[in-house]
């Protein structure tokens, strides 16, 4: 008996991955080419240059996907590709390579909403029953939904302006966090977790996003620019440039980490209430999944288990590498 054998490929913001799985799951190899350090250089993703980064490592992602997995082309059951949504210029790679590859091999095309794949990802570690609820915050994604089958999505939130992971970036990138020893290869987010172990949450006092809004969507620019204002005036009481590593840049990291993580579980709070009142999560016993980079912080992750522990849910988060974008999810 041979399993169903798909190749998922993602290509949608800045990672080029490639993954082979079979029907039950199980993931018989992937391979990843993040251009995280090229951006970082850039201050941020320039789209033209991570179209180009993913043309150049395509043809070898796929290659080393198939042949870690020991699978030959010919073998697969079908193609699966994120088509939707991303960037245009960063989809268009993937896309093309894939249907290249679907018109050699004649083999079926599954196309695959990159959010969908984020929020059933679980599913392959866990027995997961629907409905369950979803929480994805990464450096794009920042939504709340009901996941109610496969393809059976309730949207109960999402953010206003920009994402978490955006957020953090934007900050860190402010604080020159790159030219900081300790933290110089890292994420924004990471760089501010790292950093925030070293400075005290309570030491500026950020007020959480949209404390009265009755809903269950988020908001990051607000706090982005209070915290450029604080950075700006620490930066001419310390009489240093722009550029150079503020003394209280920990103190800073750990201000925002907090606020970023009260306000992620207070939207949070509100959607399993939301859903608890009108039946639409079990009572006792239900499911919060949270995935995207952004989960992979402990801190937020410790806040949304507070708030899941005072509900009665069960907290679930795929591990970081299942978290970040990768092909097995598309897979
Ligand atoms: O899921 P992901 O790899 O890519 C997408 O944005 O789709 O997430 C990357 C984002 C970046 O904004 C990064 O700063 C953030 O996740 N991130 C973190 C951490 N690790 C990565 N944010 C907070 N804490 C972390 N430990
Ligand atoms: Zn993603």
Known sequence: FLHKLVLGIETSC???????VDETGNVLGEAIHSQTEVHLKTGGIVPPVAQQLHRENIQRIVQEALSTSKVSPSE????????????ALSLGVGLSFSLQLVDQLKKPFIPIHH???????IRLLNKVEFPFLVLLISGGHCLLALVRGVSDFLLLGKSLDIAPGDMLDKVARRLSLVKHPECSTMS???????????????????????????NCDFSFTGLQHVIDKIITQKEKEEGIQKGQILSSAAHIAAAVQHTTACHIAKRTHRAILFCKQRDLLPQSKAVLVVSGGVASNLYI???????????????????????????????
Not at 76 to 87: C, E, F, M, Q
Not at 188 to 214: N, S, T, V, Y
């Open 14 to 20: 800045d990672d080029t991955a490639a993954a082979v």
């Open 76 to 87: 697969l059951s079908a193609i699966a590709t994120t088509v939707k949504p991303g960037l």
């Open 115 to 121: 959010m969908e794949a984020h929020a059933l990802t």
């Open 188 to 214: 924004g987010g990471k760089a501010i977790e790292h950093l925030a172990k070293q400075g005290h949450k309570l030491h500026f006092d950020f007020k959480p996003p949209m404390q009265r809004a009755k």
């Open 301 to 331: 992750r410790k806040a949304l288990e507070i708030v899941t522990n005072a509900t009665q849910c069960t907290l679930l988060c795929p591990p970081p590498r299942l978290c970040t974008d990768n092909g097995i999810m598309i897979a």
